[in-house]
């Protein structure tokens, strides 16, 4: 494949509600499609805000690089400042929720590569949430609060 220009993949608008707002570049996707085992892509959160709730996952690794402007990084209950040049790794399994917050009144790019696992779960702390993706079926998201037992609802004879 020969190369492209970040500059020439669209921006895509990203969010919910006025807590999660922004926009992505999917690099990845607009070279490959859906057909990919690691995205990269170039998010840019609109200030003081998130594109993403903070969440974890248990089997892709994420990484990122601060491209422009001020992020606070929010990593479990702590906050760490990132700069142009900064760079951060989510480890999978780490379980420590993260998000990235555009700290400043300007813009703010960061550079974001993650795996893409076909069979993931990722857990959302801040709303007791979690999305299971089997064989690549899509994200079906759960309430952490509804447990159950193994054998309820089995016919145990």
């Excluded at 922004?22 to 840019?44: A, F, P």
């Excluded at 690794?61 to 001020?70: A, D, F, P, R």
């Excluded at 700290?103 to 949430?129: A, F, Q, W």
């Amino acid at each position: 494949m020969p190369p492209i220009s970040s500059g020439d993949v669209e921006w895509r608008v990203e969010g919910e509600g006025p807590r999660f707002r922004g926009r992505s570049r999917h690099l990845t996707r607009s070279v490959m499609g859906d057909d990919y085992h690691v995205g990269v892509l170039i998010e840019s959160p609109e200030p003081g805000v998130r594109l993403w709730p903070s969440h974890y996952h248990m089997l892709e690794e994420e990484h990122v690089l601060i491209l422009e402007g001020e992020a606070v990084l929010i990593l479990g209950g702590e906050r760490h400042v990132m700069t142009v040049g900064d760079y951060v790794c989510f480890p999978a399994g780490q379980r420590a929720g993260h998000s990235i917050v555009n700290g400043g009144e300007g813009p703010c790019r960061y550079l974001m590569i993650g795996e893409r696992n076909p069979n993931e779960v990722c857990v959302y702390p801040d709303s007791n949430k979690v999305a299971v993706d089997a064989l690549g079926s899509g994200d079906r998201i759960f309430d952490m609060g509804a447990v159950r037992q193994y054998w309820d609802g089995e016919d145990a004879g």
